[in-house]
């Protein structure tokens, strides 16, 4: 499965008759791949498909050899040609190779294009950042919403705060041992090694995936750094679990979201709110059931809160926006999101609520923000869960 608007957009790309490259980002298991062999079934022209995570300890050297072979059929045929090369962030310093590469074929006038798939977003972005290739145009997949869950496998709202948006778990569900078995190992465990610890220099491997284990069952609560190495078995200190806590959020697992202030400094300096990209990475790690979680009011509570957080920070990225949580003293609001001068602060209660003191205290001192409360008396979570964020500015 894949989410179709991406489909269409990759198509209409493809058609344009300028050269270019085509860069998919994307969570592990999002349909990233499938996206990409469904429109080469579809696609008239010719291509050559290969993946780097079948080639151990591929180097650069493998995508000169396969660009070649791809220059070799555009010869024979003359007409465009279609090279996709998924996994590329396992090539070191890819970026580079694809550079001298294609100023050839546009020094030698021939009309290949490219399209480069790859799951980790730090990795892909810094590569981008570095390299002085302005044809390169980034498609981003993200995790699947509670619409295009519904739509495609008629699940009900409670069924996506529970397991979530990845569309390959569906037919687990049914057996729930199972499908958190599936999660945790091929999910989390293939997400934090092949695209954390193989891309990136750590050198307390045991301290990254016990802070996410810890910050996942956290999620949705606000917690001091120096307060979660207590708890740790390995030894570390803050600077190196905040950033550890990035490169997670690069991963698109597990974001520290900051507090909200018109200070910079003050949003560096506070407690994270740990925040799941997508619930299911909450669930797998519950010792509970979804049954038991949905009878447990208070718990269930947790849940949706997160769901919404998983909601808004997967938006963030295309929406421009910044997420946020406010806290002062015992005044809290759950959530802020802002955009330039626009501000809207979000409270989420799972049962009937009215304003609460944090709501209160957050507009008077920013009057000019939005303030909207979450609840079944107003607008239910049921009904966020569909909405795009950018439409509350």
């Known amino acids: 499965?894949?989410?179709?608007?991406?489909?269409?957009?990759?198509?209409?790309?493809?058609?344009?008759?300028?050269?270019?490259?085509?860069?998919?980002?994307?969570?592990?298991?999002?349909?990233?791949?499938?996206?990409?062999?469904?429109?080469?079934?579809?696609?008239?022209?010719?291509?050559?498909?290969?993946?780097?995570?079948?080639?151990?300890?591929?180097?650069?050297?493998?995508?000169?050899?396969?660009?070649?072979?791809?220059?070799?059929?555009?010869?024979?045929?003359?007409?465009?040609?279609?090279?996709?090369?998924?996994?590329?962030?396992?090539?070191?310093?890819?970026?580079?190779?694809?550079?001298?590469?294609?100023?050839e074929d546009t020094f030698e006038e021939r009309n290949i294009k490219v399209v480069l798939l790859g799951s980790s977003r730090l990795l892909l972005q810094r590569e981008?950042?570095?390299?002085?290739?302005?044809?390169?145009?980034?498609?981003?997949?993200?995790?699947?919403?509670?619409?295009?869950?519904?739509?495609?496998?008629?699940?009900?709202?409670?069924?996506?705060?529970?397991?979530?948006?990845?569309?390959?778990?569906?037919?687990?569900i049914e057996n729930e041992e199972r499908w958190k078995q599936y999660v945790l190992h091929s999910l989390i465990e293939s997400s934090i090694s092949k695209d954390v610890l193989m891309l990136s220099r750590i050198d307390k491997p045991m301290l990254m995936k016990q802070l996410f284990e810890l910050g996942s069952l956290y999620s949705g609560q606000i917690l001091a750094l120096n307060k979660i190495l207590g708890q740790l078995h390995d030894a570390g200190n803050t600077t190196t679990l905040s950033h550890y806590l990035n490169l997670l959020d690069s991963a698109a697992l597990l974001a520290g979201l900051q507090k909200y202030s018109q200070g910079i400094i003050r949003q560096r300096a506070s407690s994270p709110k740990f925040q799941v990209y997508n619930t299911a990475l909450l669930s797998a790690q519950s010792p509970d059931t979804f049954e038991q979680v949905r009878k447990n009011l208070p718990q269930w509570g947790r849940w949706i809160e997160s769901?919404?957080?998983?909601?808004?920070?997967?938006?963030?990225?295309?929406?421009?926006?910044?997420?946020?949580?406010w806290r002062e003293r015992n005044d809290e609001v759950d959530f802020v999101i802002s955009k330039g001068?626009?501000?809207?602060?979000?409270?989420?209660?799972?049962?009937?609520?009215?304003?609460?003191?944090?709501?209160?205290?957050?507009?008077?001192?920013?009057?000019?923000?939005?303030?909207?409360?979450?609840?079944?008396?107003?607008?239910?979570?049921?009904?966020?869960?569909?909405?795009?964020?950018?439409?509350?500015?």
């Open 128 to 172: 981008l950042k570095y390299s002085s290739i302005s044809e390169f145009q980034t498609l981003y997949m993200n995790y699947w919403t509670f619409s295009e869950m519904q739509e495609s496998f008629q699940w009900t709202p409670e069924q996506y705060i529970w397991f979530g948006g990845y569309p390959g778990s569906v037919h687990l």
């Open 1 to 103: 499965m894949y989410q179709r608007s991406h489909y269409q957009i990759l198509e209409d790309r493809i058609k344009e008759p300028r050269r270019s490259i085509h860069v998919i980002l994307g969570p592990r298991q999002v349909g990233k791949t499938t996206l990409v062999r469904q429109f080469l079934k579809n696609y008239s022209g010719a291509y050559h498909y290969v993946s780097a995570d079948a080639v151990p300890n591929a180097e650069v050297v493998w995508l000169k050899q396969q660009w070649e072979l791809a220059r070799l059929h555009y010869s024979r045929s003359k007409d465009d040609f279609l090279l996709v090369i998924d996994e590329v962030q396992k090539l070191s310093n890819w970026s580079e190779m694809v550079k001298a590469l294609w100023d």
């Open 307 to 325: 769901a919404i957080g998983a909601h808004l920070i997967n938006h963030s990225h295309e929406g421009g926006y910044q997420l946020q949580y």
């Open 341 to 393: 001068n626009r501000v809207v602060a979000l409270e989420i209660k799972s049962g009937k609520g009215r304003l609460t003191s944090g709501m209160k205290a957050f507009n008077h001192k920013y009057p000019d923000a939005k303030v909207l409360l979450i609840s079944d008396s107003s607008l239910r979570w049921q009904d966020f869960l569909k909405i795009n964020p950018l439409d509350l500015f």
